[in-house]
């Protein structure tokens, strides 16, 4: 997509954009991986020049994924003290930090001051003002520093159109202010395969198993989940063990007396290859979040075939359509009904499975990364 000349920039200039990439730093959960595959595809796209840079005080070194196409600028500093410097006084700008960009794209809610770069937010979810209970107390920062962002930046990015709207009313933004940039799913998912025998063995894999994806925090609701568990038994139902992958997060254990041995399984956090075996190779995925901005898991799982069981809302019923059984989030009993349902097996060649990948294939990282580019050239032009 070219450029139409704008302050200063035209077909030949390339555009200069510098990515928030301290997700890339950790753990990739949900917000990692949309980075990780932003850069990717941003690094090889013409007409740009791509940078990225962290803002904490872990090692410096460059993440190992990054494209090599892509900078990597940045001084080591407390994400904390930052935070508190940009919503006290303002400073310091980005550019200090990072160096000069054209665009500078805060992936991870919190936009910072600068001096010249356009500012591009990306905010995921409102679930610090939705449900305040269940959010860490860095997340709960967000309450002052996403209004400070938004007044901040030129465009605002969500990954769902539901969220664009929720985004819209509680800050009273115009809907050209924000453009909506869906996540997808990466085309390894659609030829990921069961765990082996070696894998299954490594990671303590069940012969047959239920999974659930996430970090485990209360926002996940895997209470209800333990909770629709224990209706099951208690009703006498055969139950597959549910295997929990994710790491760990913050909040109560879960409550796990009374089940029998083998019920429920902790594996940690997993990387790529190994969660997309157990998902593959699992009897359905079980999705019973509170409240999402978009919800990578469910879809990844219909791009393996599995069906899965997730939360009703406005983001489920958008990102997963018809392909996903939905149910009233804080509901045990509806639950373990749709628990109940689940297919004993399923044969690839079924309609179902079809349906599902070719529904998950709707979703692609060079359609976001597209959007997020109209994005940078909507910022240029406002």
Avoid at 308 to 334: F, H, K, M, W, Y
Wanted: glycine share 8%; hydrophobic share 45%; charged share 20%.
């Amino acid at each position: 997509m070219a450029l139409q000349e704008t302050d200063g920039l035209s077909d030949t200039h390339p555009l200069r954009v510098t990515l928030d990439a301290t997700p890339l730093l950790g753990s990739r959960t949900g917000i990692g991986r949309y980075v990780q595959a932003l850069a990717h595809q941003l690094s090889a796209a013409p007409g740009l020049a791509l940078a990225a840079t962290a803002f904490t005080l872990r090692s410096g070194q460059r993440p190992a994924d990054l494209p090599l196409a892509v900078g990597w600028h940045r001084r080591r500093v407390s994400a904390r003290l930052l935070q508190a410097s940009w919503r006290h006084t303002g400073f310091p700008p980005v550019e200090w930090l990072a160096g000069a960009a054209d665009v500078f794209h805060a992936t991870n809610f919190v936009l910072p001051p600068s001096r010249s770069a356009r500012g591009v937010v990306t905010i995921h979810d409102l679930s610090f003002l939705r449900y305040p209970e269940v959010v860490s107390a860095s997340s709960g920062r967000y309450r002052e520093l996403v209004p400070l962002s938004i007044r901040r930046a030129r465009v605002i990015c969500t990954p769902s159109a539901a969220i664009a709207g929720e985004v819209a009313a509680e800050y009273r933004l115009p809907s050209e202010r924000i453009v909506v940039t869906p996540l997808g799913v990466d085309e390894s998912w659609f030829r990921a395969k069961p765990a082996d025998a070696s894998t299954r063995q490594r990671i303590g894999l069940p012969a047959q198993y239920l999974v659930a994806v996430g970090t485990l925090e209360p926002r996940k609701n895997l209470a209800t989940l333990i909770a629709a568990y224990r209706r099951l038994i208690a009703d006498g139902q055969p139950v597959r063990p549910l295997v929990l992958v994710g790491p760990a997060g913050w909040g109560e254990a879960l409550e796990l007396s009374g089940l029998p041995v083998g019920t429920v399984l902790s594996t940690g956090y997993l990387d790529q290859a190994d969660l997309q075996s157990v998902v593959a190779g699992s009897a359905g995925l079980i999705f019973p979040s509170l409240y999402e901005g978009f919800g990578l898991p469910p879809l990844e799982a219909l791009a393996t075939g599995r069906p899965v069981i997730a939360s009703d809302s406005s983001v489920s019923r958008e990102v997963l359509g018809n392909q996903a059984v939905l149910v009233t989030a804080q509901d045990p009993d509806g639950l373990a009904i749709a628990i109940s349902r689940l297919p004993s097996s399923e044969s690839p060649s079924d309609a179902a499975v079809a349906a599902r990948r070719e529904w998950a294939a709707r979703w692609t990282w060079d359609n976001c990364a597209a959007a997020t580019r109209t994005a940078y050239e909507l910022a240029l032009r406002n």
